[in-house]
């Protein structure tokens, strides 16, 4: 089975711009989560989708937003830019039900300036 | 709300020496615990889970409910387990979100 795709990896943008990142899930898994890695604020959970309906949100500005398809892929979108945006996006998939493990992409990586 | 606190940011070792990362967590209730390991240019991956009580490469990792803490340990730590360790919670109620702690980075020197 094919992991947890992220595209781009790598992406430079300026401040005000906007920004989608893709993610394609592990085959048959419906839940796709986005998280967003700093080296000062860690690991931090942005917004989780099941079945193309978000189902948790993390304490990010509305600038942050995602969808989900009907075939599980999934996008996250970032509007007018900051520098502080300047991350690590990681993708992870799930399938559905309790004790499942959760796998991640490779992330993208976004630099603003 | 949850948190995850994982208090020491880096750890160096020698070959052979035993390991211990703590992780301790605050949440009133049930929660799944984890231990994912971040190598040098790969992705997260999930390294132990409390309800598997398996060990995976040489690690385990016992829940203690009482002190709310999930510490990782390996008794003989080898070159190739340096890498970033994060711990994790989940529970029911929020689906697939993770909570994470800040990460420890296992250095192990020869």
């Known amino acids: 089975k094919a992991g947890v795709t992220q595209t781009p990896r790598y992406l430079i943008k300026t401040r005000g711009q906007q920004v989608t990142l893709s993610c394609s899930p592990i085959?048959?898994?419906?839940?796709v989560s986005w998280y967003q890695q700093t080296p000062g604020q860690g690991l931090q959970f942005l917004f989780e989708?099941?079945?193309?309906?978000?189902?948790n949100k993390g304490n990010f500005p509305g600038r942050f937003s995602g969808r989900q398809f009907s075939n599980s892929r999934s996008e996250m979108n970032v509007s007018t830019l900051e520098l502080g945006d300047s991350a690590l996006y990681l993708c992870a998939s799930s399938e559905s039900g309790a004790g499942n493990t959760i796998y991640f992409g490779e992330g993208s990586w976004l630099t603003v300036v | 709300a949850q948190r995850v606190t994982q208090p020491e940011k880096l750890l160096s070792v020698f070959k052979g020496a035993p390991v211990e990362l703590k992780c301790n967590y605050s949440?009133?209730?049930?929660?799944?615990l984890f231990w994912y390991v971040q190598y040098s240019r790969q992705r997260l991956q999930l390294l132990l889970r409390?309800?598997s009580r398996e060990s995976i490469k040489g690690f385990t990792a016992d829940l203690n409910k009482g002190e709310t803490s999930f510490h990782l340990k390996k008794p003989f730590a080898q070159e190739e387990d340096s890498a970033m360790y994060y711990c994790a919670l989940r529970f029911k109620a929020a689906g697939n979100k993770l909570t994470f702690g800040g990460g420890t980075r296992v250095l192990v020197k020869p």
């Open positions: 409390h309800i």
């Open positions: 949440y009133s209730g049930s929660p799944e």
């Open positions: 085959s048959g898994h419906r839940s």
């Open positions: 989708y099941f079945s193309e309906t978000q189902r």
